[in-house]
């Protein structure tokens, strides 16, 4: 058996932008300060004229991307989650937001999985906050392959894009014949009995999963959702109708991110038993990713435990 | 300056005034007291500096203006409206309903508004972005910000202030209307920003002063913007809020409350003898 390559997610981020960098232009950079982890030092070292570094000032970060966006550059505008969704989260609503900027937004170090650094840098809520602006697209991609493919799709879609990038380096298992599409989700693996529906680096963890569901019997689907919004409502609503049953894993707040999402559409049009698996309203706190990540539940260990628990609590 | 076009703006601006009178007035909201204090600098910007096409307001090589003080809407749509950019009788629907003019700038939605703005602090920011995007593409358009003097008080001005300087943004002048009020009272009471002229010199930026109210010294400053190369312009003008209505001018009430009836009707009275004294 092949090794599985890993990669994190902002590493792909800092490639794409410098491969996709002579293609388009108007492609320029922004960070604050942080380009050494975000990895948009790829991207300067290849373009140093087209990167701007803009200090540890991400609210002046934020509108300074409206107005390039405002004169027709594609400013992909880079930081943590938690700063680019949080600290800065009026500036994207009222300046990028609100006036439907062309502005990209690359959010990396989302999640529990930050790690060692703590509460403070682990954001479990920019889903929710950039959910709630109207316009607003929100990309998680789950591997290298789509995470390129989604910076791409995000230069190539007028208007304005989050993208949520992790820090943890996690396996490349989406295949080199992969399309993305925007607001479309990808059924992953077909299944009757419950549907796992998944986003970011959590999709892995949801196929293993359901990999080892079927030697229970449990037959379970996976889809990945990498656009959660505009949310692919069609896909959601044929497994609810299908398969009864929906597991959410995000590696988010179960306040406001995909579960949220997937749930909001199931209640109003094909009703069905929606359980959520992500972070449970608390902070979180320091230790090693892959540690913390078990500790939250966010693992294919607790994903089978859910499943199992839901078809025996629906039964 | 030539005494005929200085006549002339001093025309055009008392028009500005009468709409922002109007539009507040039919609204009955807004902000008539920060919007007149800025009546002078628009006429003057849009009618003797700007590069603009009002039959092709989103032309690419045009100068642009941000309102970082969005709440003076009423005067900027008062002096597009001037221009030609929409017709005049859109004012009277300022904050209604289905109207084109919103309570805060929205450059989707009106013609020459080139950026949205109406969250204090944010407008520089924006103004920095597309100053920069022309030295990227070498480009010389300008980008005029018009900040507040209480609006400096947030944090992301400076934030702002400190980027403008480092990447040497010198086709960036932003404008300080400095007529000293804010909601709660004296800028200087509720939490001083002064002294602004050495906060914008020791950010690194070259710092002009200026008569809000007189068109000679408004030429004589940005005469003297134009001739700064390496770094940003702020100019500081020296402003009286609620210029040109009597009972109105350094009335912090003024900032956000709308004439009634009877108040419409005198500031219109005097607006018009005003112009009468102009034209007559």
Known sequence: MSEIVKKATRESYGEALKELAEKYENLVVLDADLAAATKTGIFKKAYPDRFFNCGIAEANMMGVAAGLASTGKIPFASTFAMFAAGRAFEIVRNSIGYPHLNVKIGATHAGVSVGEDGATHQCNEDIALMRTIPGMTIIVPSDDIEAKAAVEAAVLHDGPVYLRFGRLATPIFNNNNYKFELGKGILLKDGKDVTIVATGLMVCEALEAAKELEKDNINARVINIHTIKPLDKDIICKAAEETGLIVTVEEHSVIGGLGSAVAEVVTEYCPAKVVKIGVNDEFGYSGPATELLKAFGLCKENIIEKVKQSINNIK | ?280
């Not at chain 2, 904050?95 to 109406?118: A, C, E, F, N």
């Not at chain 2, 390496?230 to 956000?256: C, D, R, T």
């Not at chain 2, 009836?261 to 500031?267: D, S």
Request: hydrophobic fraction near 35%.
């Open chain 2, 1 to 280: 300056m030539d005494q005929m076009i200085k006549k002339q703006l001093e025309v055009t601006a008392c028009k500005v005034r009468m709409g922002v009178i109007e539009a507040t007035y039919n609204a009955k909201s807004g902000h008539p007291g920060g919007s007149l204090s800025i009546a002078d600098l628009l006429t003057y910007l849009y009618y003797v500096k700007m590069n603009v096409d009002v039959k092709n307001p989103d032309m690419h090589e045009r100068d642009r203006l941000v309102l970082s003080k969005g709440h003076c809407a009423p005067a900027l749509y008062s002096v597009l409206a001037q221009k030609g950019f929409f017709d005049e009788s859109e004012l009277k629907k300022l904050r209604h309903i289905g109207s084109m003019l919103q309570g805060h700038p929205d450059m989707k939605g009106t013609p020459g508004v080139d950026m949205t703005t109406g969250s204090l602090g944010q407008g520089i920011s924006a103004a920095c972005g597309m100053a920069l995007s022309g030295k990227i593409s070498n480009e010389d358009y300008k980008v005029y910000a018009i900040l507040g003097d209480g609006e400096l008080e947030e944090g992301q001005v400076w934030e702002a202030a400190m980027f403008a300087a480092h990447y040497n943004l010198d086709n960036l002048i932003a404008i300080i209307d400095n007529n000293g009020l804010q909601i709660d009272g004296k800028v200087t009471e509720v939490c001083s920003p002064e002294p602004i002229t050495d906060k914008f010199e020791s950010f690194g930026w070259y710092v002009i002063t200026m008569d809000a109210h007189n068109f000679d010294d408004i030429e004589r400053a940005f005469d003297e913007a134009e001739k700064i190369s390496g770094k940003p312009v702020a100019i500081v003008q020296k402003s009286i809020k609620g210029k040109g209505v009597s009972f109105m001018e350094n009335q912090v009430s003024w900032h956000g409350q709308a004439p009634n009836e009877e108040q419409y009707k005198q500031a219109m009275l005097e607006l018009s003898e005003q112009l009468k004294g102009l034209e007559g």
